[in-house]
């Protein structure tokens, strides 16, 4: 998908998506699964992966949304 055609997406349909997500234990992780659970929305991966580079680039071939930090 092109960037320009991107729309927004509110945090609370965020489980209507496929997800993909780093594996349990990472500190990204942790910190996304709380601010979910503070919202009362569930993460449910369609994806879990080791390092942000597979993750961005599983996101860039559309298997996913992909939550990732920009340095």
Known sequence: MDSQDQQPIRFETIGEHPLLLLEKGSSTRRFLEEH???HGVKL???LEVG????LAQFARSDFGLAFLIRA
Do not use: G, R, T
């Open 51 to 54: 390092s942000l580079d597979l």
């Open 36 to 38: 979910a659970e503070s």
């Open 44 to 46: 449910v991966p369609e």
